[in-house]
C-alpha cells in the first residue's frame, strides 16, 4: 500500500529533540526526548520579554524541547535581523541569570532565535538520521543538506566525517565562515524557499 513507503521516512526536528518514524500503517511515531525539555520558569520569561520588548518583531513559537522566537509576518528580515542581535544578549542574559550558562545556549537562525541545550544541534540531528540509515541498512549514493544559516553547515560536516559523499546546498544570505569545505558547496541565486526550489 501507498502508507508502507512512509516507513521509508525518518524526520527529525528541533535540533535532535524529536524523532518521528512512521509504522506500516502509516501513522506516525512521535519521540519527544523529555530530558531536553526547557524549565518553564525560563519559557515564561522569554514569553514576558517578547511582550515587553519584541512584539513588533517577533512571536513566540511553541516548541517541544527548545524556546523559539520567530520573526513575525510582514516583517522584514532586515528589521528582524536588526532586533535579533538584541534580543541574542537578552536571551544569553537571562540563562545566565538562572544559572543555565553550562547547560543552555543561544542558538541564531534566520528567522529565529532559540534556547536550547548545549547538547542539541543540527549535528545531533544529523547523527541520528545516519543511525537510522545504518541501522536499516540503507546505503545513499550522495546526500544533499539544504542550509539557510551557518548553524546548518554541520549537517554537512557530519555526514562528511562519516564518508559519505554530501553537497551543501546553501540558500542563505550570509558569507560562509570559510572558503574551502572539504565537501561540494552550492550556493543558489535565489535565497532561502525559492532558493531550494531552484536547486530542485
Known sequence: SNQEILQNLFVVAESGGIQAIFNEDGSMNLQIDDSLKMPTVLDQKVRDLLQEKYSQSMRYEVKKTMITTKIKEGTSVEEFHKDQ?????????????????????????????????????????????????????????????????????????????????VELVYVGKNKLPKDNYP?????????????AVEFL
Open 85 to 165: 542581535q538584541e534580543i541574542a544578549k537578552d536571551l544569553q542574559r537571562l540563562i545566565d541569570s538562572y544559572g543555565f550558562t553550562d547547560k543552555f545556549k543561544v542558538d541564531i537562525s534566520t528567522i529565529g532565535t532559540n534556547i536550547m541545550h548545549k547538547t542539541t544541534g543540527k549535528d545531533k540531528g544529523t547523527e541520528l538520521i545516519l543511525e537510522w540509515i545504518s541501522k536499516r541498512k540503507i546505503k545513499p549514493q550522495r546526500f544533499i543538506a539544504f542550509g539557510d544559516s551557518i548553524p546548518d553547515i554541520p549537517m554537512a560536516e557530519k555526514i562528511n566525517e562519516a564518508g559519505h559523499p
Open 183 to 195: 565537501f561540494k558547496i552550492t550556493r543558489t541565486q535565489n535565497s532561502y524557499d525559492k532558493g
